[in-house]
Structure formats: structure tokens, C-alpha cells
């Protein structure tokens, strides 16, 4: 390879792309660029460059080097053979029918070029309305003589023959013969040593490109940049320290492995060329973070905060109980934010009942000791309107004004809260988005809290900041949040756990029952127990009205059945996110007093909702929630001292994913163990809602798979910042991190 002036593959925009970039015509790069776009995040046509192409890494890799011949073929091998169609077609199933459509099975005879043994079947099922259609296609493509490669797991079947089912005809790929209509050429003949005789990339298929012909175009362009060296992004002593790859050698291996590389490393990511491209999207991601936590510590504050010892026995005689030793610890952190010129950006997470707002209150009154109002966002109005109970009984003795502000109120109440905010009377505002409306204006906010934060957008966090005088910022979440998202979600903040609950808290006992007579019997039975002995229920449904296209249980529906039929001595109430906010509160106003015994609900119960004689969640259709959600509403009970259940009721019609969340659930309530594995069934981008949370959706890096890295690159981005005064080189990283503003969108919020 020359040693050329090096090319930024980012500044190659595909759609505008030449046909001397691997014979693409301009038709084909917008068509490819369209398809990049749909999966690769915050992309539009016009932005999508080479550099996008070449991190759309293969799903896995074939050995095509040494193709395995029929006559070494036996039961259950998993193999590639280059195979020459002898016959093909289509043919009914006899006797079956397939939702009124005929099923039809497509079969395909052949043998290898050697002919070393007798002919294979593969096959697979074609229905639908357009069979027909779609059968003369397929005998259009795999007419006698055609070749292509078939890769699967082959059995010996009843009929003395090796066959191979497959799923979807497109994972057959076909080497010689007529193409996809949608492709603008046939197969070049002299491009076939691209899909044989080497390992090769399989890749999902991307718009209307399949693999093959991306294999074919990821190739011309890593042939066509021959001529050119692509830009090294990490600095040279980094790449030595860990004997990384350059970019250019690891961008080419990632697609096209050597012969004696290890596919085994290559299927998992562990390939030399995957270790360094992974490296580099974790490094200049925390990087970002480091360098946007640096910009706010040195930033200054407006609100002057005191702590002494009067105002801490002023604290103290307001509250209603002692804290835990994780409570007082945090409490601390805090309180050495606060006192700091620069603003505190602190995030406190807990398990649900570990006593995270009472350490929130602390921090409120703590400021308002000092003169400065308090703000708390919640996400849902029936948890401001529990935060605003509980706050204003606890500072009932106290001179602090505190009032809620939700979108329900009525409009002249609106305005004179607004009016009362303005001007600096109240005190604590309790309330969801609606603090954040233009008509909204604090005289001296000291101190924004938000909780369950990361069910707000990042422009919604930052409205409320900025509407104080760079406050201090306190984000909640009782969503434990795993090792890895911490480290990049909140990478600029500090965190702060309570990792400890109140004590006389018994463990919640959680069992998955099966939606069968005999084990909702068992669960009648437990229900009765419970609220014969004056301890309230839960029973929790996915959906509010029954649907036509889901077949579950509604809460209306079930909630009129328990009243009517199953507890008819006992109180039954239904709460569900339609209702208006008069009714919610009043449901609840009833159930936390015990009034209402048996509390029907959808999910809006998922956070915020605090009755400690509650001790049974049933949660209908368990299979259908996520790992977090099902230990969020777990956590509405076990906040007493008697012995609390969650009953997981489930259909049989459950995924494997399914069945082990459940297990999950009925081994352990630890709620950091649940994040981790919730991490690692859903992946990043679920969990934590990332294009909100303003985490970038990872394209070559996985946050469980690679937490060794992510920390091995925290550790690099450390000392480059640490360096910055010294080393020209820590500086151009960091201006590169600046001006970027790709990477500039990791770090917001």
C-alpha cells in the first residue's frame, strides 16, 4: 500500500459517490445510502459517507477456503457446499392447508462440481396469495446449470439423502446465473473469487442490497482506497500500550479475515480487528463525557450554598426517621456538591424502597435553608401528586411553601402558581413537563431534582437547568443502572448509590403461576388470605380496554369481573392512565387509606405509588413486560413489615427470553443483579431509551460483551485528560472531541 496522503472516510459522502468508487453508479449509492440510513443512528441520505458502509460489520463469516464435498457430508454438519442445480420447482403440499392459501414446498436437486456424491434436496416453504408467483421466480434463478453456495445444518433424511431446510430462500447465494431484478447488473463472472475460495462476510441484508452484492461493493471500495491510506483516529503510543491495529488494517480484516484467522474470534468479537474498532468507538465516547464533565466543573454557580450546624439540626427535626448508613453516606456527596462553586450534576440511584426521596428532600430543604427555591420533575402526575402529599405533610411545622404544578390544573389555578413562582413564594414546585413551559419562571432556583430520569429527552432535562441560576442538578433513577451504562449514559455525572433498604424490610417472595384453573386457584386462594387479614392487593394488566389484535386480559373488563365475581365482600377499585387526574387521585387517595382493598391497574403504578400495607402484586401476563419494568412493580409491596408476594401470572405462548425473565424474577430481588441481566437480554439501547438519554446507538461496540474494553478505554481518556497541559497531542484529541459534533452528541444532558 502506498503511503499516500491518508483519506477521512467521514467526509466521503455515499449518495454523492462516483462510479469509481466499486463501480457504483449514482442510482445505486443513493439506494445504499437510503439503506445505511434506516440503521445507522441520527443518519439521513445526504450524511451517510464510506466510512458508514465500513462499519456495517458482517453478522458472521463463512470458510468458503475449503468447501466440503457431498460424498464428506454426514448427519447434522453444519457446512458450505458450491453446489450445480440439476432440478428445481415447486410442488403442493398434499392434505395441508395454510389459512386458506395453498402451501406450497420449493425444492432444489443438486450436486457438486465434482459430482462426489448423489444429488442433495434443499427446500423450503412457500404460502401466501403471490405462491405462484413467487415459485416461477425462484425456478427463474435456480434453472440446471446455475451454481451457488449452500450453508447449513445437513441431515440424512427418510428418503436416503442429504437435505437442508432453510428458513428464507436468500440464504442460498448464487454464484452464476440470472440476479435479483432489483440489482442494476448480472453476476460478474469475474467476481466470483470474492464469494469462494476465502473466509467471506455474510451481512444482513440492507435495504435492497442482500450480502452478496454488498460483499461485492465493501470489496471495490476497500480496493478502490488501495491507492489511498485511511486515516489513523488514535494516536500511535495508545495503539502500542495495547497492541491495537491501525484503522486502515482493521477496517479490511473486520470484512475480509486472513486465512489463518480465527473465525471462532471473529464470530465473537474478538478478533484483533474487531478489539481495535471497538476500542476506538468506546474511547472517543467517554472521552466526550470526561471532557463534558470537565467543561461543567469549571463552570460557576450563582447559588452560594451554607451548610452548617444549624441548618443540619433544622433538617434533622423535620425528618420522620433515621437514615440508613448508604442514606447518610450519600447525604455527604451531596452535601460536598453543594457547597462546590460549580454546579452539582450528581445522579442517585437505588432500588425501589431504598429511600432515595427523603435523601431528595434533604437536598431541597438544604437549599431553601439557604434562600433558594427547589424545583422536582417527575414524569407521571399521580407520582408529583404522591411527592407533593408527602413533601407538604413532612414541612407542614416548617415556613417552606410547597405546590404542585401538573398540566390538570385548572387554568386560573395555573397562572397563580406561575405568579407565586415568579416572584419567589413558592418555595418547593413539585410537578411533571409542565415546569418546563415557556409561561414558567423561577425568581432563584437553586436546585433542580428529576425523577425517574431517564424517562425524559435530554432537551427536557436541560430546559429545567436552565431555568435556574446554573443550579445544582440531582437526578434520581430506581432503575439500578449496570457497571457498563453508568459509565457512559452518565459518564459526566457522579453517582452516588444507596445500595442498602430500610430496615424491617422482608424479601418479596415471587413465583410465576401458569394462566391454567388449577393455579389461579392457588392464587385466589393466597389473595384471600391476605385481604382477610386487612392487607391490601394489586392486580396489574397490560392493557386498559380489551383489544382485538391482542389476546389479553383488559383491565376494565377484569376489573368489573374481580368486583362482581370473584371478591364481591371486598373493595375493588380500577386505575388506568385515561382516567382524569380528580379520579386518579381519588383511587388513590382510597387505596392508600385503605378504603379500596383490591387496587386494579395498568402500569401507571409503576413508580410512585407507596402503601405500605399492600402486600400482593399480580401482575397478569407477565411475559409480556420487560425484566425492569415487572421488578419496578414488584417494588409497590414489601414496603411493610409483613411477609409480601408478587404472583407472575404467564400464558404458555412465551419466548425464550420470556421464560428466562421470569426465572429471573423468582431467583432474586436484587435489583443491580436484574439491571445487568436486563442490560444483557435487551441490549443498551432499550434499557435505557438511549436516542433520549443521549447515548449514541453503538455500531460495532456491545456494553455487556465489552465491558473490559469500555474500562480500558476510560482509563486512556482519563490520562489524555490528565495530560492535556502537557501534551500536544491530549489537546488535539480533545479539540477533535469539541469541533466533532457527532461525538459532541454523546455528551449532552
Not at 6 to 32: D, F, N, Q, Y
Not at 43 to 51: A, F, H, P, Q
Not at 385 to 407: D, M, T, W
Request: charged share 30%; proline share 4%; hydrophobic share 40%.
Amino acid at each position: 500500500m502506498s503511503s499516500s496522503r491518508p483519506i477521512s472516510l467521514e467526509t466521503r459522502v455515499l449518495a454523492l459517490s462516483s462510479t469509481g468508487i466499486a463501480r457504483l453508479g449514482s442510482i445505486t449509492a443513493r439506494k445504499l445510502a437510503l439503506g445505511l440510513a434506516q440503521v445507522t443512528p441520527r443518519k439521513d441520505i445526504n450524511t451517510v459517507t464510506v466510512e458508514d458502509l465500513l462499519l456495517n460489520l458482517p453478522m458472521r463469516y463463512e470458510d468458503r477456503s475449503k468447501m466440503v464435498e457431498i460424498r464428506h457430508l454426514y448427519h447434522g454438519v453444519e457446512a458450505s457446499l458450491d453446489l450445480i442445480v440439476r432440478v428445481a420447482g415447486g410442488y403442493p403440499v398434499r392434505n395441508r392447508r395454510s389459512f386458506r392459501q395453498r402451501l406450497y414446498i420449493f425444492k432444489i436437486g443438486a450436486t457438486d462440481q465434482q459430482s462426489t456424491g448423489p444429488q442433495v434436496i434443499i427446500w423450503w416453504f412457500v404460502s401466501g396469495p403471490h405462491a405462484q408467483e413467487i415459485i416461477q421466480y425462484h425456478a427463474k434463478r435456480f434453472t440446471p446449470g446455475n451454481r451457488f453456495i449452500a450453508f447449513g445444518k445437513w441431515e440424512w433424511d427418510k428418503h436416503g439423502t442429504y437435505s437442508l431446510r432453510l428458513n428464507r430462500p436468500d440464504e442460498l447465494e448464487l454464484i452464476t446465473g440470472p440476479d435479483d431484478e432489483e440489482y442494476e447488473a448480472d453476476i460478474d463472472p469475474n467476481l466470483a473469487a470474492i464469494h469462494v475460495g476465502r473466509r467471506v462476510p455474510i451481512y444482513r441484508k440492507l435495504g435492497d442490497f442482500r450480502t452478496k452484492r454488498l460483499r461485492e461493493i465493501t470489496h471495490g471500495i476497500l480496493t478502490h482506497l488501495d491507492d489511498e491510506r485511511i486515516y489513523e483516529t488514535l494516536p500511535g503510543d495508545l495503539l502500542s500500550r495495547h497492541k491495537l491495529i491501525g484503522r486502515d488494517q482493521a477496517l479490511r480484516n473486520a470484512h475480509f479475515p486472513g486465512e489463518d484467522a480465527s473465525l471462532d474470534d471473529y464470530h465473537n468479537a474478538r478478533s484483533p480487528a474487531h478489539r481495535r474498532l471497538i476500542f476506538e468507538e468506546l474511547f472517543w465516547l467517554v472521552l466526550a463525557l470526561l471532557v463534558k464533565r470537565g467543561q461543567r466543573i469549571k463552570e460557576s454557580k450563582e447559588a452560594s450554598i451554607k451548610i452548617d450546624d444549624p441548618i443540619k439540626k433544622r433538617i434533622a427535626s423535620v425528618l420522620p426517621f433515621k437514615l440508613t448508613e448508604a442514606q447518610r453516606k450519600v447525604v455527604k456527596e451531596i452535601f460536598r456538591d453543594m457547597r462546590s462553586d460549580a454546579p452539582m450534576n450528581r445522579l442517585l440511584q437505588g432500588d425501589v424502597g431504598s429511600g432515595k426521596t427523603i435523601v431528595a428532600l434533604i437536598a431541597m430543604l438544604t437549599a431553601m435553608e439557604n434562600g433558594y427555591q427547589t424545583a422536582l420533575m417527575v414524569p407521571t402526575e399521580i407520582l408529583a401528586e404522591q411527592h407533593a402529599r408527602n413533601i407538604k405533610r413532612i414541612l407542614a411545622k416548617s415556613p417552606y411553601r410547597v405546590e404542585l404544578l401538573i398540566g390538570s390544573l385548572k387554568s386560573n389555578d395555573k397562572r397563580r402558581l406561575r405568579d407565586s413562582i415568579a416572584a419567589g413564594e413558592t418555595h418547593a414546585c413539585i410537578g411533571t413537563h409542565a415546569l418546563i413551559q415557556e409561561t414558567v419562571s423561577f425568581k432563584n432556583l437553586g436546585l433542580a431534582i428529576i425523577d425517574e430520569q431517564h424517562r425524559f429527552g435530554v432537551m427536557q432535562r436541560a430546559e429545567l437547568r436552565e431555568r435556574g441560576l446554573n443550579p445544582d442538578v440531582l437526578v434520581m433513577t430506581a432503575t439500578p443502572i449496570p457497571r457498563s451504562l453508568a459509565m457512559t449514559v452518565y459518564g459526566d455525572l457522579d453517582v452516588s448509590t444507596i445500595d442498602e433498604l430500610p430496615p424491617g424490610r422482608t424479601p418479596i417472595v415471587t413465583k410465576v403461576f401458569a394462566d391454567n384453573a388449577i393455579d389461579r386457584k392457588e392464587v385466589k386462594q393466597l389473595l384471600s388470605r391476605e385481604l382477610r387479614a386487612g392487607r391490601q392487593v394489586y392486580v396489574v394488566y397490560p392493557l386498559v380496554e380489551e383489544s382485538e389484535k391482542l389476546d389479553l386480559r383488559d383491565a376494565t373488563r377484569r376489573y368489573e369481573y374481580l368486583r362482581d365475581k370473584v371478591f364481591p365482600k371486598f373493595s375493588v377499585g380500577l386505575l388506568h392512565g385515561r382516567m382524569k387526574a380528580e379520579e386518579k387521585e381519588g383511587m388513590m387517595r382510597g387505596f392508600v387509606s385503605g378504603e379500596i382493598q383490591i387496587l386494579v391497574s395498568t402500569t401507571v403504578v409503576e413508580v410512585g405509588v407507596d402503601v405500605p400495607n399492600a402486600s400482593v402484586m399480580v401482575i397478569e401476563h407477565a411475559e409480556r413486560f420487560g425484566l425492569s419494568q415487572l421488578h419496578q412493580l414488584r417494588g409497590r409491596v414489601g414496603r411493610g413489615a409483613e411477609q409480601s408476594y408478587c404472583v407472575l401470572l404467564a400464558s404458555d405462548k412465551q419466548t425464550e427470553v420470556a421464560r428466562e425473565r421470569l426465572g429471573i424474577m423468582e431467583e432474586t430481588n436484587d435489583g443491580f443483579r436484574i439491571a445487568e441481566k436486563d442490560l444483557e437480554l435487551r441490549g443498551p439501547g432499550e434499557v435505557m431509551g438511549t436516542r433520549q438519554a443521549g447515548l449514541p446507538e453503538f455500531r460495532v461496540a456491545n456494553l455487556v460483551r465489552d465491558l473490559d474494553i469500555l474500562e480500558t478505554a476510560r482509563k486512556e481518556a482519563e490520562f489524555y485528560i490528565n495530560q492535556r497541559k502537557t501534551s500536544r497531542e491530549a489537546v488535539e484529541l480533545i479539540n477533535r472531541v469539541q469541533k466533532d459534533a457527532r461525538i459532541k452528541l454523546a455528551a449532552v444532558g
